[in-house]
């Protein structure tokens, strides 16, 4: 079973929009949480993490929000840019060595 | 840019035959991670390793094993390649402190098993 779900295959936003970019997971165990970038044939980027004792963290244009109640994280990038475009992965982890991946979102921003 | 090269960066190989994919880090980092990228399934473990001659299987390791015999390089290896192993398949790093755990990750190897 998937433990880290994103439902949304695809999503198309205007330049300048906010794009925001969907996480689900099951395991309440889960303590840390982390987004990544991945442009065609390269490696997976670092962008952004969170700790299960913050709600909010921010780094620029983006933002991760945890929701632990409804096991849901989110990313919002604003304002969103053409060089944005790439497939967003979350991933997460509870015991600090394996790290679960979402399937990933592709975000096309449209100039 | 964290300092993890992975070789070959293509492959295409034979149903049957070995393959082995090496990870190389500069960064003197204690774990390291094997993953596989496909279509519908993201990234999934195969291996991982939290030291020298320490690994552990993740979710997806029928069919591979690995070995850590330094700190900065870790082998995959196909014993015998199949076609449901074609994929990409990326090398990751992490150093984990009091404030961050984040991975890293090499450019990928891109095998196809025919």
């Known amino acids: 079973d998937q433990q880290v779900k994103q439902n949304s295959p695809s999503l198309s936003v205007q330049e300048g929009r906010i794009s925001i970019l969907n996480c689900d997971y099951t395991?309440?165990?889960?303590?840390?949480f982390l987004w990544y970038k991945k442009y065609p044939a390269e490696g997976p980027t670092f962008l952004i993490s969170?700790?299960?004792?913050?709600d909010k963290n921010e780094d620029g244009r983006f933002t991760v929000f945890l929701n632990k109640s409804a096991k849901h994280l989110s990313l919002h990038i604003v304002p969103s840019q053409p060089g944005d475009s790439a497939v967003y992965f979350c991933?997460?982890?509870?015991?600090?060595?394996?790290?679960?991946f979402g399937t990933g979102t592709s975000l096309t921003v449209i100039p | 840019d964290a300092g993890i090269t992975q070789s070959p960066r293509h492959k295409v190989t034979e149903t049957g035959t070995p393959v082995t994919l090496r990870c190389h880090q500069t960064?003197?980092?204690?774990?390291m991670y094997w993953y596989r990228q496909d279509p519908g399934h993201g990234l999934r473990l195969i291996h991982y390793?939290?030291?020298?001659?320490?690994?552990d299987k993740g979710e997806v390791s029928d069919g591979y094993s690995v070995s850590r015999s330094k700190t900065e390089d870790f082998l995959l290896t196909l014993e015998s390649a199949t076609s449901s192993q074609t994929s990409v398949y990326f090398c990751?790093?992490?150093?984990?402190?009091?404030?961050?755990?984040?991975?890293?990750f090499g450019p990928g190897t891109r095998l196809t098993v025919l």
């Open positions: 990751a790093i992490s150093e984990w402190t009091s404030t961050s755990h984040e991975q890293f």
């Open positions: 395991n309440s165990m889960f303590d840390y």
């Open positions: 969170i700790s299960s004792i913050k």
């Open positions: 991933a997460a982890s509870h015991t600090g060595n394996q790290f679960y």
């Open positions: 960064e003197n980092h204690r774990y």
């Open positions: 390793s939290y030291g020298v001659k320490d690994t």
